[in-house]
């Protein structure tokens, strides 16, 4: 596993990781900022923090993509919330992003394409679900204030969706 290699200090495991992963770290950044320097941004903070606590994940309470995913999530979702707080001045324009969507480019691979077929077999209100927390980057709160359901009905709803992508993804391997 290439966590337990980056726990070693293992530069070439944590560059493997980073080019299996930015993508797709990216998009879920982008969703959340809709801005590219800050989605950039947190994908280098959340890279930053996989490389120097990487002996902290812990296989048994859940595997490895979704740490990556929360890490970047909890990055995006910070970096918008001290943006919120910061007076701004000036505003700089944002440069329009040449490199192709990145879900475009996860939705090329076979990954992608699993992860899209799997998403669509989990139950539709659950789905709506995990892409509103994250490719929306709404929290918990956020998500049962939008759909109008309690705050633990909207938690075990996306335990429950995650954990069906999780069995449809390990049956497909």
Known sequence: MLLMRCAQADGVAFRRLYDLQSATLYGVA??????PALAADAVHDAMLQVWRNASRFDPERGN?????LSLVRYRALDSMARIGREKLGDEVPEVADTDPDPLDRLLATQEGMLLHHCLQEVDPGRRSLVLL?????????EIAERVGQPLGSVK???RRALLALRNCLSGAE
């Open 30 to 35: 982008l969703r959340i900022t809709r801005q």
């Open 133 to 141: 927390a994250f490719f929306e980057g709404l929290t918990h709160s």
């Open 64 to 68: 490895a993509q979704a740490w990556l």
């Open 156 to 158: 075990s709803g996306i």
